[in-house]
């Protein structure tokens, strides 16, 4: 019962983060909610097009929900119960407000991608490092999210190989990538989004009633890591989705276009996020509870994680739900994925129109474009996937920070209270040098202590940076 009302009071707090601290960050920031949104102003009918809120909602948060917040969140609890506080904290004070204004920073310029707000922000130089790194990070979304679900398809389904799968996904990718928003996703996301919730809302309401006590243990400051790999700063790369996540904010201009009034951004991108970490709470919770029920083959969780972590996802689908059921769940796993790879692969070609000066209102236009990203996402996808998984991790964190200084430099040029993206900027930088410098397996392997001197001194560089910069005082012009 312990354990029950533990995992409630979580939920409660993230509903209570998106009322107060969401209303804290709209009133920061100074939304102004008379101003005309993009798909008002200059439609396109391709990619400025006007949803309703509902739509524009669901999509954003099967956008931003592709497999970090199960996969990931799922990797967490190896850690133990403070995967939780990560989660919930993490989400309301730094992932939610960092989705939030940065959605609100691209409608005031007419849906701008993430690279053309760093770069009127923090200069020309960082303009040009956040291209290179945000068409990376996607084209790495677009390849984890084509093997993942390929593999979870062909456990449920073998009538095609996963490659043949993984083909299938990508030709998916291909038509949501090149065709109008409103054609392919638009159109398919509800169903999508009905299966999604099924398999959140089923493995939330089973799990009490799984016969297991749920969250046994409670120690919230007891590492039980297996290999003793140490809470900071891995536990916050592992878990990203779910309590912040760079993605996120590649994401938010495809919605920013389509999204009807300025009013509703709060309720589109910080609640979006704030669902999206009760999604990842699930998935913790499901794994702190049943992590002897997860092993199989006298594996390790450890190593069922590492070497197939889509079968740890299958088991505790089937586990709690049946084998119907559990396939039922699988598929709204899958969804997760398949809806945030086809609209990385949209955002990436978005992304590349914008430094190339391209208008994507004609076919061709968008062909040229499409083509050669999906031919790097298949010449990609031959990497060892974990080798990929790490890479994606410690890229997507990153961005994240990169994106927090610069709400930061947006706020305090404007003399507004810039200490809710500063104060979440200064521990992202420090988590990310620190994994950098420290990560066993995919970083330089140096003792903890050492990357963390490295990483204060990266710290204060990146502070002297953002103070020395030339602060941009006037309001953004209108294109």
Same mark, same amino acid.
């Given at each position: 019962?312990?354990?029950?009302?533990?995992?409630?009071?979580?939920?409660?707090?993230?509903?209570?983060?998106?009322? +107060?601290?969401?209303?804290?960050? &709209?009133?920061?920031?100074?939304?102004?909610?008379?101003?005309?949104?993009?798909?008002?102003?200059?439609?396109?009918?391709?990619?400025?097009?006007?949803?309703?809120?509902?739509?524009?909602?669901?999509?954003? %948060?099967?956008?931003?929900?592709?497999?970090?917040? /199960?996969?990931?969140?799922? #990797?967490?609890?190896? +850690?133990?119960?403070?995967?939780?506080?990560?989660? @919930?904290?993490?989400?309301?004070?730094?992932?939610?407000?960092?989705?939030?204004?940065?959605?609100?920073?691209?409608?005031?310029?007419?849906?701008?991608?993430?690279?053309?707000?760093?770069?009127?922000?923090?200069?020309?130089?960082?303009?040009?490092?956040?291209? $290179?790194?945000?068409?990376?990070?996607?084209?790495?979304?677009?390849?984890?999210?084509?093997?993942? =679900?390929?593999?979870? $398809?062909?456990?449920? !389904?073998?009538?095609?190989?996963?490659? &043949?799968?993984?083909? /299938?996904?990508?030709?998916?990718?291909?038509?949501?990538?090149?065709? =109008?928003?409103?054609?392919?996703?638009?159109? *398919?996301?509800?169903?999508?989004?009905?299966?999604?919730?099924?398999?959140?809302?089923?493995?939330?309401?089973?799990?009490?009633?799984?016969?297991?006590? *749920?969250?046994?243990?409670?120690?919230? +400051?007891?590492?039980?890591? =297996?290999?003793?790999?140490?809470?900071?700063?891995?536990?916050?790369?592992?878990?990203?989705?779910?309590?912040? #996540?760079?993605?996120?904010?590649? &994401?938010?201009?495809?919605?920013?276009?389509? $999204?009807?009034?300025?009013?509703?951004?709060?309720?589109?991108?910080?609640?979006?996020?704030?669902?999206?970490?009760? *999604?990842?709470?699930?998935?913790? @919770?499901?794994?702190?509870?049943?992590?002897?029920?997860? *092993?199989?083959?006298?594996?390790?969780?450890?190593?069922?994680?590492?070497?197939?972590?889509?079968?740890?996802?299958?088991?505790?689908?089937?586990?709690?739900?049946?084998?119907?059921?559990?396939?039922?769940?699988?598929?709204? @796993?899958?969804?997760?994925?398949?809806?945030?790879?086809?609209?990385?692969?949209?955002?990436?070609?978005?992304?590349?129109?914008?430094? $190339?000066?391209?208008?994507?209102?004609?076919?061709?236009?968008?062909?040229?474009?499409?083509?050669?990203?999906?031919?790097?996402?298949?010449?990609?996808?031959?990497?060892? +996937? #974990?080798?990929?998984?790490?890479?994606?991790?410690?890229?997507?964190?990153?961005? #994240?920070?990169?994106?927090?200084?610069?709400?930061?430099?947006?706020?305090?040029?404007?003399?507004?209270?810039?200490?809710?993206? !500063?104060?979440?900027? %200064?521990?992202?930088?420090? @988590?990310?040098?620190?994994?950098?410098?420290?990560?066993?397996?995919?970083?330089?392997?140096?003792?903890?202590?050492?990357?963390?001197?490295?990483?204060?001194?990266?710290?204060? /560089?990146?502070?002297?940076?953002?103070?020395?910069?030339?602060?941009?005082?006037?309001?953004?012009?209108?294109?």
């Amino acid at each position: 019962m312990t354990g029950c009302i533990a995992f409630l009071l979580c939920l409660i707090l993230l509903v209570l983060g998106y009322v +107060f601290y969401g209303r804290l960050a &709209q009133r920061v920031y100074g939304l102004d909610e008379s101003k005309p949104m993009p798909c008002v102003t200059m439609p396109d009918g391709v990619d400025y097009v006007p949803l309703p809120t509902w739509r524009v909602f669901l999509i954003q %948060l099967l956008n931003i929900a592709g497999l970090g917040p /199960v996969v990931g969140a799922i #990797s967490g609890c190896l +850690f133990g119960p403070v995967a939780l506080l990560w989660i @919930v904290f993490g989400c309301i004070l730094a992932g939610a407000v960092h989705d939030f204004l940065a959605a609100a920073m691209s409608a005031e310029r007419n849906g701008a991608n993430l690279p053309e707000l760093v770069g009127e922000n923090l200069g020309e130089p960082a303009r040009h490092a956040m291209r $290179l790194i945000c068409v990376f990070l996607l084209l790495m979304v677009g390849v984890v999210f084509t093997l993942l =679900p390929a593999g979870m $398809l062909q456990a449920i !389904w073998g009538v095609l190989t996963t490659q &043949q799968w993984a083909l /299938v996904i990508l030709g998916y990718y291909f038509l949501a990538t090149v065709l =109008p928003i409103g054609a392919i996703i638009g159109r *398919v996301y509800p169903v999508f989004g009905a299966v999604f919730l099924f398999m959140a809302l089923g493995l939330g309401v089973m799990l009490p009633l799984s016969g297991h006590p *749920v969250l046994p243990n409670l120690d919230f +400051f007891t590492n039980v890591h =297996p290999k003793g790999t140490s809470v900071w700063p891995m536990l916050f790369v592992t878990i990203a989705c779910g309590a912040i #996540s760079g993605f996120h904010a590649t &994401q938010s201009p495809m919605m920013v276009r389509c $999204l009807r009034k300025c009013s509703n951004l709060r309720l589109a991108f910080y609640g979006a996020m704030v669902v999206e970490g009760m *999604v990842a709470l699930v998935w913790a @919770v499901v794994g702190l509870t049943l992590r002897e029920v997860l *092993v199989a083959d006298n594996q390790t969780l450890e190593q069922l994680i590492v070497s197939n972590p889509a079968a740890a996802v299958r088991s505790a689908c089937t586990y709690l739900l049946g084998e119907n059921g559990g396939m039922v769940a699988v598929l709204g @796993v899958v969804v997760l994925a398949v809806t945030s790879g086809d609209t990385a692969m949209r955002s990436c070609r978005l992304m590349l129109a914008d430094v $190339l000066h391209l208008k994507q209102s004609r076919p061709l236009a968008r062909l040229g474009l499409a083509v050669p990203l999906f031919l790097l996402v298949i010449f990609i996808s031959q990497v060892d +996937f #974990s080798s990929i998984w790490r890479y994606f991790g410690w890229a997507n964190q990153a961005l #994240s920070c990169i994106t927090l200084w610069t709400i930061s430099a947006y706020l305090r040029d404007r003399q507004k209270q810039y200490f809710i993206t !500063w104060l979440p900027a %200064l521990f992202m930088t420090l @988590v990310c040098i620190t994994f950098f410098f420290y990560a066993p397996e995919c970083g330089i392997n140096l003792p903890l202590w050492a990357a963390g001197l490295i990483a204060c001194a990266g710290l204060v /560089v990146c502070q002297i940076a953002f103070e020395c910069r030339n602060p941009r005082v006037q309001p953004y012009s209108e294109e």
